[in-house]
T-cell receptor
Framework: KAGVTQTPRYLIKTRGQQVTLSCSPI?????VSWYQQTPGQGLQFLFE???????NKGNFPGRFSGRQFSNSRSEMNVSTLELGDSALYLC????????????FGPGTRLTVL | KQEVTQIPAALSVPEGENLVLNCSFTDSAIYNLQWFRQDPGKGLTSLLL?????REQTSGRLNASLDKSSGRSTLYIAASQPGDSATYLC????????FGAGTTVTVRA
């Protein structure tokens, strides 16, 4: 079974631009969560989607948004990029509920210049 | 807010030594606890998930225990190898994962 995939793996953007990251969960998994990892803040929860609905959201500004499609693939979007948005963005999928075992993708490394 | 602490932040051991990694948390009303491994610049690899009703879980050289009353989980790695060098993270599992800062392990050949 293929694991969680994320595209692109690396991105370089400039301040003020917007970016869209994509995540394909493990086949059959319906819950997709997004996390931001930085050296200073560690791993922080962004949001979780289940059956195309955002069920939970972390403490991030409205510039961070996401969605999930009927095939469970998910995208997250960051608008008006700031230097502090430079991070590793990780996607995790889970079979049913979010409190099941989580499986992570390789991440997207975003650098904002 | 759930607080998850991992001490020490870094650990260096000679090959063959058993590793003991600690994870403590403030909220005993947890659901499950999951241990991960992260190699530099990579994603997280799930090692073990301990259900809240379990006291331990084993997979190969790995054994994880969970004591909700004391707010502790311990990951044991037997007979460490250089390939075990990585950062190990524990996370409380409910609607989201609440992570500790991790313990970076170096196994010296």
């Amino acid at each position: 079974k293929a694991g969680v995939t994320q595209t692109p793996r690396y991105l370089i953007k400039t301040r003020g631009q917007q970016v869209t990251l994509s995540c394909s969960p493990i086949s059959g998994h319906r819950s997709v969560s997004w996390y931001q990892q930085t050296p200073g803040q560690g791993l922080q929860f962004l949001f979780e989607y289940f059956s195309e609905t955002q069920r939970n959201k972390g403490n991030f500004p409205g510039r961070f948004s996401g969605r999930q499609f009927s095939n469970s693939r998910s995208e997250m979007n960051v608008s008006t990029l700031e230097l502090g948005d430079s991070a590793l963005y990780l996607c995790a999928s889970s079979p049913l509920e979010a409190n099941n075992e989580q499986f992570f993708g390789p991440g997207t490394r975003l650098t904002v210049l | 807010k759930q607080e998850v602490t991992q001490i020490p932040a870094a650990l260096s051991v000679p090959e063959g030594e058993n590793l003991v990694l600690n994870c403590s948390f403030t909220d005993s009303a947890i659901y499950n606890l999951q241990w991960f491994r992260q190699d530099p610049g990579k994603g997280l690899t799930s090692l073990l998930l301990i259900q809240s009703s379990q006291r331990e879980q084993t997979s190969g050289r790995l054994n994880a225990s969970l004591d909700k009353s004391s707010g502790r989980s311990t990951l044991y790695i037997a007979a460490s190898q250089p390939g075990d060098s990585a950062t190990y993270l524990c996370a409380l599992v409910d609607y989201k994962l609440s992570f500790g800062a991790g313990t970076t392990v170096t196994v010296r050949a």
